[in-house]
Every structure is written in structure tokens, then in C-alpha cells.
């Protein structure tokens, strides 16, 4: 079936550096656009980062811009979520999103979530 | 950016009863607007795209509307499954597409 998994959540000092990874599978991943969504403890729910089908095209959150660096291999199917000068803020839970249509088309949504990982920042 | 305004943040009400909830946007996003439940402890799930399309199994008593800057997601006769919390989120332009603040809907 469609399945995202995300993975590679923990506990990281203010500063650090962690690398989330979440894997496809049951679609044709280099179709879809992938997006990342988190969620602190308590609250609403943000919107991180997109990459495009084909990995060309990228765009962050000013929260996260300059820290965070997106990228997919489409010969494996995974997207990769690499977090830098991590912030008691990035406290959250991490989803993998994707788009529920193909290519460059994001305004149908997102039809296919993972069941997150947790990311927590603390000294 | 846009700016989402989503009310109320909480509500309750019994099953069988009509639920309203409205999005407002701080610009014309069209019809580009997405709609979500979630579950204590679950991912979120897409109900509605495009204002008022109906993702695919997703029961009929969810209803979307509105265009411009104004928007509502109606569920009529509240089951017992959808207590949960909703949000919208605007998917206009570049990013980013943000979401609203979320309404709990809560047993009465």
C-alpha cells in the first residue's frame, strides 16, 4: 500500500545537527512532490519545507531557512531532512508528506502522510 | 505571507448536530484551500481539497465551501468518530503554505 516511514528522530543538544529520512513506497516516488509538516507538543501544525518531483526545486519556512537542507534519491525512494543549529523551537514531531497530485501540481493537498518521528531539542 | 485566521479554536458539540467551521485568509488564495482532520496521536488526514472537493473515501456529511478569502467546512450530523481537530491550509502561489490555528471539536 502507500506508505510513508519516517525515521531518524531523537534527543539533540541546542546547536547540534540530526538527519531525518523517510522512505516510500506503493507509488511512483519520482511523480510526487514531498513535503515536511511538524508539530510541537500541544500545537498547531506548521509547514516546514517542499521538494519538487525531481528534486529541482526547494523552498523552507523562514524558521527553518539557512538550517535545514532538503534532498531525495529517487533510485531509493527516500527523502532525507538534514537539521542544522537545531533549536528548542524545532521541538516537534516531523511528518513526510505527500502530494496528492503528480509533478508540479501541490493544491490538491496532501494525501499520504507518515506517522511522524519525534524531534526533541534540549540541553 | 498568508496570513490564516481559522475559528472557532474549540467547540462542543453533540452527536447529530451540524458543525461550522470557518478560515479566512489575508488574500484572495482562489479556491487553493485544503482541509484536515486529526487524531490524538495520528498523523493528519485530507477531507477536502480545492474548497470543496471531497477526498476519496471520505464520508459525504463533510462538506466544504467559499472562495476568495472566506471559507467553511460543515459536517452535518456529528459522529462520534469525528471529534478531532481541524485545520485548514492554504496551498496559493509559493510557498509558504500555511495552516490555520485549528479547531478542536469537542463531545458536549
Known amino acids: 500500500q502507500v506508505q510513508l516511514v519516517e525515521s531518524g528522530g531523537g534527543v539533540v543538544q541546542p546547536g547540534r545537527s540530526l538527519r531525518l529520512s523517510c522512505a516510500a513506497s506503493g507509488f511512483t516516488f519520482n511523480y510526487y512532490g514531498i513535503q515536511w509538516v511538524r508539530q510541537a507538543p500541544g500545537k498547531g501544525l506548521e509547514w516546514v519545507v517542499v521538494i519538487s518531483y525531481d528534486g529541482s526545486e526547494k523552498y523552507y519556512a523562514d524558521s527553518v531557512k539557512g538550517r535545514f537542507i532538503i534532498s531525495r534519491d529517487n533510485t531509493k525512494n527516500t527523502l532525507d531532512l538534514q537539521m542544522n543549529s537545531l533549536r528548542g523551537e524545532d521541538t516537534a514531531v516531523y511528518y513526510c508528506t505527500k502530494s496528492a497530485r503528480t509533478y508540479g501540481v501541490y493544491y490538491d493537498g496532501m494525501d499520504v502522510w507518515g506517522e511522524g518521528t519525534t524531534v526533541t531539542v534540549s540541553s | 505571507d498568508i496570513q490564516m485566521t481559522q475559528s472557532p479554536s474549540s467547540l462542543s458539540a453533540s452527536v447529530g448536530d451540524r458543525v461550522t467551521i470557518t478560515c479566512r485568509t489575508s488574500?484572495?488564495?482562489?479556491?487553493?484551500l485544503s482541509w484536515y482532520q486529526q487524531k490524538p496521536g495520528k498523523a493528519p488526514r485530507l477531507l477536502i481539497y480545492?474548497?470543496?472537493t471531497l477526498q476519496s473515501g471520505v464520508p459525504s456529511r463533510f462538506s466544504g465551501s467559499g472562495s476568495g478569502t472566506g471559507f467553511t467546512l460543515t459536517i452535518t450530523s456529528l459522529q462520534i468518530e469525528d471529534f478531532a481537530t481541524y485545520y485548514c491550509?492554504?496551498?496559493?502561489?509559493?510557498?509558504?503554505?500555511?495552516f490555520g490555528q485549528g479547531t478542536k471539536v469537542e463531545i458536549k
Open positions: 480545492r474548497a470543496s
Open positions: 488574500e484572495n488564495i482562489f479556491n487553493y
Open positions: 491550509q492554504q496551498i496559493y502561489g509559493m510557498p509558504p503554505w500555511t
